[in-house]
């Protein structure tokens, strides 16, 4: 089992529509990264949390501790959202390494 | 502008060729990470350096030497490449510990590298 698994793998929205992006974890990760690929290729860090949620603009990240769990919204979704959107988790004792899951490849159609 | 310059953007090689992927951040960040990405993988640690003389393995560094020249550079270097050696590198830096209100990691544009 992957210590970060991401679902979906892949996701179509319309323009409007509010997205959810999930992630799990594996005990051991003390803090969850959202990273965002765009079509030309660069990498964007978006939010590292360890708690509670962050919002910037129209993305909120949120984890869950207990369960885990951490997802990645987008309210109004936008053509310009899609992209490809990673969840990495980084361990206490291993620095700031990260550990990625394999990515949501999102399209927003107009 | 700040951030992290990799350099080339693209590559391509012949099997047994050796070529060194050159990486620099003017963040003043202490660690220093090399990366591939493979379709269907995910992103893999190759190398990393936590400080500044220190490097260490990381996921898959069969086949890949790195150097960490100073605080701001970091290479990759293939020095026999292999067709198996195809993929998108990434140079990526961040502080040595991510603090809680700051984004932690920045990262290079990227090389696709071909060995045919």
């Known amino acids: 089992k992957n210590e970060v698994e991401q679902s979906p793998q892949n996701l179509t929205a319309q323009e409007g529509e509010f997205i959810t992006i999930n992630c799990s974890y594996s005990?051991?990760?003390?803090?969850l990264h959202w990273l965002q690929q765009h079509p030309g290729g660069g990498i964007v860090s978006l939010f590292m949390?360890?708690?509670g949620k962050k919002k910037h603009g129209r993305l909120i990240a949120t984890i869950n501790i207990q369960e885990k769990h951490s997802s990645l919204h987008i309210t109004a979704s936008h053509p310009r959202d899609s992209a490809v959107y990673i969840c990495a988790g980084s361990k206490e004792t291993s620095g700031s390494r990260l550990t990625f899951g394999e990515g949501t490849q999102l399209t927003v159609n107009p | 502008n700040a951030g992290v310059t990799q350099t080339p953007k693209f590559q391509v090689l012949k099997t047994g060729q050796s070529m060194t992927l050159q990486c620099a951040q003017d963040?003043?960040?202490?660690?220093m990470y090399w990366y591939r990405q493979d379709p269907g993988m995910g992103l893999r640690l190759i190398y990393y350096s936590a400080s500044e003389g220190t490097t260490d393995k990381g996921e898959v560094p069969n086949g890949y030497n790195v150097s960490r020249l100073n605080k701001r550079e970091f290479s990759l270097r293939l020095e026999s490449a292999a067709p198996s050696q195809t993929s998108v590198y990434f140079c990526a830096s961040s502080p040595i510990r991510t603090g809680h209100n700051n984004y932690g990691y920045t990262f290079g544009s990227g090389t696709r590298l071909t060995v045919v």
């Open positions: 949390l360890s708690s």
């Open positions: 963040m003043n960040h202490n660690s």
């Open positions: 005990v051991g990760i003390s803090a």
